[in-house]
């Protein structure tokens, strides 16, 4: 593991590189953190399946987003614009020492920021979702779930909604849970959705249920059948685990790591 300090327009961001053992890569992959606090409770199984990756033959590059982790800036000016100029130019740097299969990785509503990402980039890109968000708004809305459990202890929680929704209209910064949001990023969330992007290429969509034998919920479905349309090769499995991304402990996932190592075993 290297770390790693990109210099952009927006300032200093911090990444970890992983290199490919044995040095010659069979992919490269830029992990896509998920928003607020769900980045720092898939820190560890992302750093776990980062190393796995890189013991299989794979470069791995991670970064953090501007106002994220170790990179400068504070997270209410951060917005998606510049969020994608970070992808773009960790995307930049790892092309400078790997010229293996492209795959970009993202993680809840990072797979929203990746397909952003891969309209931008002058080749095609594999995805890698992990329990990806397919609706932007429903992911906000349950991000603002945060602040109605802080505030209201069965109180109004119209209000909260109608005060949040005005203070976006107004271009001012919401407070939830200890993330100050800017306008402009709320509405970029509210705005996005998981569509299949222009490039035909391969998606690996893993999701993680309690239940053994879960099948993947309808929107999931649905949503997959829009990136098969497209002429996406999908393989779509559903792993037994816990949803690491939402417990109050940090949580590992043995199956989805080992789900992962499978899927693109098998897309070589």
Not at 200 to 216: F, G, M, N, P, Q
């Amino acid at each position: 593991m290297q770390p790693v300090f990109l210099s952009g327009d927006a300032g200093q961001r911090f990444c970890l590189f992983y290199p490919a053992s044995g040095g010659v890569a069979h992919g490269a992959l830029i992990h896509i953190h998920p928003f607020a606090e769900e980045m720092n409770k898939s820190r560890r199984i992302v750093a776990i399946q980062s190393r796995a990756l890189a013991l299989a033959g794979y470069d791995v590059l991670q970064i953090d987003l501007a106002g994220c982790g170790d990179s400068e800036g504070d997270f209410v000016d951060a917005n998606w614009q510049v969020w994608l100029a970070d992808v773009l130019l960790a995307y930049r740097w790892l092309r400078g020492r790997s010229s293996a299969p492209l795959t970009l990785w993202g993680v809840r509503l990072g797979c929203l920021l990746a397909v952003d990402v891969a309209e931008h980039l002058p080749e095609p890109a594999n995805f890698l979702f992990w329990q990806p968000v397919i609706l932007g708004r429903l992911h906000w809305q349950q991000f603002l779930r945060l602040k109605w459990a802080g505030e209201l202890l069965g109180g109004e929680v119209k209000g909260v909604v109608k005060e949040t929704e005005d203070r976006v209209a107004a271009g001012l910064p919401v407070e939830v849970a200890g993330y100050t949001v800017s306008a402009r990023l709320a509405r970029s969330i509210l705005q996005s959705e998981l569509r299949p992007a222009f490039r035909t290429a391969r998606l690996t969509w893993l999701e993680v249920s309690r239940c053994e034998r879960a099948d993947l919920p309808a929107p999931s479905r649905q949503a997959i059948d829009c990136w098969l349309a497209a002429g996406f090769a999908v393989d779509a499995v559903v792993v037994h685990g816990v949803p690491f991304w939402q417990t109050t402990e940090i949580e590992e996932v043995p199956t989805l790591v080992e789900a992962t190592l499978a899927s693109l075993k098998r897309n070589l």
